[in-house]
Antibody, heavy 122, light 108 residues
């Protein structure tokens, strides 16, 4: 069965960087886009962007351009999301999710990781 | 960017009642690339509806979606206790793909 398992919670100081991993299993990793969505405490869902695991191509929401980088390592079927220059506003749960339609970015999200809480605090 | 506005912000109903949740888009959503998600506290979202009206695998038939263009609706025909949660609409037709701010469905 399809599984997305994310790395554990992180506590970071302002100005630091964080890299969250998303280990995929149960399907052909390069066949489906991986999306990242975040949720600040008590707030709604915010779409951050996607990565095409086959090509490595990315698309970031404008809000995150310049301080998010999405990458992947196909040899270990893992996607990564790195945020730099963290501020307290980055405190949130970060989810990875798999697009449902193979090979397309324009698709809904059926499979989700469990979420990774990133806390930014001095 | 397509802004999705959900209404109401909070909906208070009793089990057995019918729930109607709305989502309005600031621009037409292309090819009805529109979904609804349910999220319970401490859990990841779960897709209920995709392509505006198609039920995702394993979703009970009391959930239904409708709409096109800029106006979309999620209907829960007869509320069960497990349906009380937060619901989000989502458009995946035009990047950046966006979510609505959520509707909290609470027990009256």
């Amino acid at each position: 069965q399809v599984q997305l398992v994310q790395s554990g919670a992180e506590v970071k100081k302002p100005g630091a960087s964080v890299k969250v991993s998303c280990k995929a299993s149960g399907y052909t990793f390069t066949g489906y886009y991986i999306f990242w969505v975040r949720q600040a405490p008590g707030q709604g869902l915010e779409w951050m962007g996607w990565i095409n695991p086959n090509s490595g191509g990315t698309n970031y929401a404008q809000k995150f351009q310049g301080w998010v980088t999405m990458t992947r390592d196909t040899s270990i079927t893992t996607a990564y999301m790195e945020l730099t220059s963290l501020t307290s506003d980055a405190t949130a749960v970060y989810y990875c999710a798999r697009g449902e339609t193979a090979g397309y970015s324009s698709t809904w999200l059926y499979h989700w990781g469990q979420g990774t809480l990133v806390t930014v605090s001095s | 960017e397509i802004v999705l506005t959900q209404s109401p912000g909070t909906l208070s109903l009793s089990p057995g009642e019918r729930a109607t949740l709305s989502c309005r888009a600031s621009q037409s959503v292309s090819n009805i690339k529109f979904a609804w998600y349910q999220q319970k506290v401490g859990q990841a979202p779960r897709v209920l509806i995709y392509a505006a009206s198609s039920r995702a695998t394993g979703i009970p038939d009391r959930f239904s979606g409708s709409g096109s263009g800029t106006d979309f609706t999620l209907t829960i025909s007869r509320l069960e206790p497990e349906d009380f949660a937060v619901y989000y609409c989502h458009q995946y037709g035009s990047p950046p793909y966006t979510f609505g701010q959520g509707t909290k469905l609470e027990i009256k």
